[in-house]
Structures are given as structure tokens and as C-alpha cells.
């Protein structure tokens, strides 16, 4: 099965420039572990320290928000995947 998964310009440090990434899994969880094993900076990028995804990131399937399942939520073979990382201020 393969997802693609579309990388923020500011995490391609981690991707070695790679916008896109193809990934494998049936969840989005399975799909970030699939993109930590061939990229394993990106996880701190990612995941805090006791292995839950960042507040500050949302996960968009197929252009729809994956909230509020979030990890838990399937993908199927042709999806894609977006990190996006929320910025708020004033």
C-alpha cells in the first residue's frame, strides 16, 4: 500500500529535501512510523516525548482534517497524507 505524504517546507531538513514522501500503512499512525523508520529526525519534529504527536500539528487525509481521530484513522492505498503545523498569535 502506498500513501503519499506531503512534507512541510520546514521539516524537509529532516527528509533530505524531499517534499514527498511515499509511506506504508493502514492508519496515519502506521503511515508517521513507516516515515520515522526511513527518517528518524523527523520524529522529534513530530512526537514529544512520551510519544504523542505535538499539540501544535494537525494531520490532513485527502485534504480533510483527520481530527479527532487523528493516529487512530485509516488510509487506504492512493491517499495522501498532509503535517500541518498550526501557528497561532495576535
Sequence with gaps: MSIKLDISLASRQYTQGQQIVDVNGSTIDQCLGDLIKQ???IKQGLFDGNGKLHSHI?????GESAYPEMLAKPVKDGDELRVVFLIAGG
Design 39 to 41: 527518517f528518524p529526525r
Design 58 to 62: 494537525d494531520i490532513y487525509v485527502n
